[in-house]
């Protein structure tokens, strides 16, 4: 569905009581319409060298996935006033078609960086890769009214390659309305559950997760792990399998659901597993806060995950900006557990145990989250057009 056609090949306005709603047409590229007419698995080659042919030319010309965008919102500007031009990357084309609107209609556009462009890790391998997007980068900056950005890491990321361009920090947030529809919710007084959602990156040490779990278990305690819309549901499957098949009870892997349900799910836990992010502090934690479960924040400096993090995240420290931000937020906000190591890991998990046996529940007394609810931060992010 990601790649069919639209349904529709004309331009449709919808109003709304928000604002206007431009949906434009998308006709998927020759490596799309191959792949929909022939499968996933063949023909990978050709298409992998079709999808780079337009990842590289759509910053020549107007070719490309969300090019539709473009001429979108063109033929809006044509016809209609606007104050600003707002795009948010990635993709961070986006931000060539708001520079390229912003001059043809004279207004002013922000870039709304949800990410760093040239210095993220992935495009940084390939040093004539990064120097291409490091140039494309600071062409399309050349005319930015103003950035924003989620960290002050990724700000620090931003200036050091965009000068003399201001830069407004607010971070992620949770979905207010959302998350009061799990006020209702109850832990599970049952079974001590612990949930997790989303991705496991390659320098989580969700494997030695599984063996304290096991540990744990094979000592007489009973507990739940639920995960939601993982990534790497064929390595649970097979570590439990090989290694910890007693676990086959007690961990739980579920499908990619939608963000309202998910939430309801993650509410229904008596804790929530957070794995360290390091340098970047996520959009999970948010939800997290505004659930108000205890969070057990895994690790905080543990041997392994520290080898794991020099081969996998291998972004610089910058002087004066923590890199530790999650675990800092959890600090601040009084929301969980900040366990060290592998070692540490099974002492928690039996306390808490217990206390769940002795009250049905886990208490968590978080303070000052309700600041991080997207309301508030939309309050925010509007005082940069006042």
Known sequence: DYIDASSSNEIIMEETEYGTIIKTPYKPNLANRIMLRFGSDRFVFLRKLLSAYYEFFQWLVLIGPKAGLYFGAKEYLKNNNVDYILATGSPFILFKYASMLSNRFNIKWIADYRDPWSHTSTRSKNILIKKFNMYFEKKCMKNVFKIVTVSEFVKCKIHSLIKNKPIMVIPNGYDHELINATCNVQQNPDVFSIGLAGTIYPWHTMKSILRVINEVVASGYKMKLNLYGINIEKNINTWINNDFPALQEFVQVYSRMPNKELLEKLASNNTLLLLNYYSFMGTKIFDYLGINRKIIFCFSK???????????????????ISDSLQEDLINETNSGIIVENIAKLNEVLIKLIIEHKNHNRIACNSINYEQFSRIKQAEEYCKMFS
């Open 302 to 320: 543990d041997d392994e995950s520290l080898i794991l993090k020099n081969t996998y995240f291998p972004t610089e420290k910058i002087d004066g």
